[in-house]
């Protein structure tokens, strides 16, 4: 068996002295994994970096064996946000997520552009962290967790939408919330796409796609918890 692809990075994990388990996010094949021989030389070693674009080459007598990798770099990220905190952060939040996220083998070329055009932004602008919200948002709804923000699951409208349901992740109303709105999660504007948008917006996005992250799709994968790299980067952006 074998197949060619360009890949990001997600995962290295050190496989005896000198190879790793590379584990990668495809455009046509998915989340792979596989064994890279001589992975932690001066050679390979710096290229093997979480959210490094890489030229792919998968082989393995079965389908079903882990088989190998080889591999031929095609630009790093890692290396142009190395000196930014935030920037770092917020890399190793999303290829974390990602593999927390995605089952094995199974493509998600959507969600891999995203992905992709994400991981970009980080080292060329400071407006990322709106971007990866958003890119939150689309890995629920990628997931089958998506919010519907569209109208109020109340009153039936699309005039001031400020809070979403825990319980079905549907937006409501000012109105519509009436004495449940303590027990609603808040429904920033640039969620919606509307408004300026501040840094304490941001993070109410991000409590809000938080909790359906933790209690949809982490409890869909047995309760696993949510990568510590996700409340790295909340703290980081917390201060």
Known sequence: MEWRDQGTVL???????TSVILEVLTPQYGRYSGVVRG??????????????ELSLTWRARLDQHMGAFTVEPIRTRAALVLGDRLGLAGLNAIT??????????EPHRQIYDASSVLLDLLSKTDAWPLAY??????????????????????TGSRDDLIYVSPKTGRAVSRDGAGEWA??????????????????REILQGLTTTGYFLEHRLASSLGNRP??????RLMDLLQR
């Open 226 to 231: 949510l990568p510590a790299a996700r409340q």
């Open 182 to 199: 303590d027990r609603l999660l808040p429904l920033p504007q640039c969620l919606l796409g509307q408004g300026a948008v501040t840094d």
């Open 11 to 17: 995962s290295v994990r050190r496989l005896g002295e």
């Open 133 to 154: 919200l958003r890119w939150e948002a689309d890995l629920l709804e990628e997931m089958g967790f998506g919010m519907d923000l569209r109208r109020c699951a109340v």
């Open 96 to 105: 974390a997520l990602l593999a927390f996220s995605l089952p094995e083998r």
């Open 39 to 52: 992975g932690t030389s001066r050679k390979l070693a710096p290229i093997l970096q979480p959210g490094a």
